[in-house]
């Protein structure tokens, strides 16, 4: 059984049920109908006793996946339609919850841009692969979004502050920061992927990926491990730049650069969304139902469609930002993570 659309290839070969994203020239980004696709997908395999595990790759050597597909839902928001973007990602985190709960090993073997969708597609099964031109990364506050697909939960779980560093840079993870973070589990050079995939389809079995590692080198976040956790460890965005700019170290003065032309209000929310998760029951569906409250009202009440407009659609990368002095009201924070009530995400 192979479904093939120009985005996808859904196939069970041997004992593994295989996806493979075919979109290389889009950076295999991610459309509301493949996240369905996959969906339906991993339904169907549940119960079929040939698919011992699933496996999912991707075309081309620059992205697994680069993120959501949001230039048509920014298109959709600008004609008055809403409920395009939110249907998108209510069924892109039911996605990411059936990756994570899943029953069968799921293994993905993540070469060059795993960003955002990317990372709610590959970083919450069973064996996450990476490879020496890995680079793994939640960028949202780049486009006025906060970290989603799960993302929050893995962040809340990364050690330390690193959570806090990650959503407030966009910092890109290489292979031995991505296994240190806790988004990926082997680092496996990526000439080997071929041979230890048919593997996998032949024997079925997931734990043959624990022989073929290697060792990574020391991951620069383990090395900033201190200092990010000095930094980091306030309760709110503002104590976090209080803490930035008193500090006047070199590392500090460059993370203030970084996140200078960042979503400040992306920022705040995100910080405190790491925040709730790490006082609460931690769990994916708390994360992902906490991220949907801020994305179902993005489009309208932050700064999504306006840092979508500048770094996607005319590419200047002059977005006019809600709160450019970075000083975000508390309440503008609390609004934007109220209860959905009827519209609450559910699984």
């Known amino acids: 059984m192979a479904e093939e659309n120009s985005d996808l290839l859904i196939r069970v070969t041997g004992h593994a049920g295989r996806i493979t994203l075919t979109r290389p020239k889009a950076l295999n980004a991610l459309t509301h109908q493949m996240c369905q696709q996959i969906d339906a997908a991993l339904v169907a395999w549940l119960d079929d006793p040939a698919v011992k595990l699933v496996v999912i790759d991707a075309q081309g050597d620059k992205a697994f996946c680069a993120g959501g597909d949001v230039a048509g839902i920014y298109h959709a928001a600008q004609a008055g339609d809403l409920q395009a973007a939110r249907d998108f990602w209510r069924d892109e985190y039911r996605m990411n919850a059936r990756i994570f709960g899943y029953p069968k090993p799921i293994v993905s073997f993540m070469q060059g841009f795993v960003m955002g969708g990317g990372v709610g597609l590959g970083c ?23 970290p989603d697909v799960g993302g929050t939960l893995l962040l809340a779980l990364a050690p330390g502050r690193l959570g806090e560093y990650i959503a407030m840079t966009a910092y890109r993870m290489k292979a031995s920061d991505a296994l240190y973070a806790g988004f990926a589990d082997h680092l496996i050079p990526q000439d080997k992927w071929p041979a230890l995939i048919a593997a996998l389809e032949e024997s079925g079995d997931a734990t043959r990926l624990d022989q073929d590692g290697t060792k990574p080198d020391l991951a620069p976040l383990a090395e900033r491990q201190e200092e990010i956790d000095r930094l980091f460890d306030g309760e709110s965005l503002a104590d976090i730049l ?4 008193q500090s006047g170290s070199d590392f500090a003065k460059d993370v203030l650069k970084r ?4 979503s400040a209000l992306s920022m705040a929310v995100s910080v405190e969304v790491l925040h709730r998760l790490r006082g609460t029951q931690l769990s994916m569906e708390k994360a992902l139902e906490m991220e949907y409250r801020f994305t179902y009202r993005a489009q309208e009440m932050a700064d999504f469609q306006e840092g979508v407009r500048a770094q996607l659609i005319d590419k200047d990368r002059q977005p006019n930002w809600k709160y450019p002095d970075m000083q975000v009201p508390p309440v503008e924070v609390s609004n934007l993570l109220l209860p959905l009530g009827d519209n609450t995400l559910t699984f």
């Not at 069973?126 to 006025?144: F, K, L, N, Y």
């Not at 996140?259 to 960042?262: E, G």
């Open 124 to 146: 919450h099964g069973t064996h996450r692969v990476v490879c020496e031109t890995s680079q793994v990364a939640m960028p949202e506050a780049v486009i006025g979004l906060i």
């Open 242 to 245: 209080t803490q930035l700019q």
């Open 259 to 262: 996140i200078s032309p960042h």
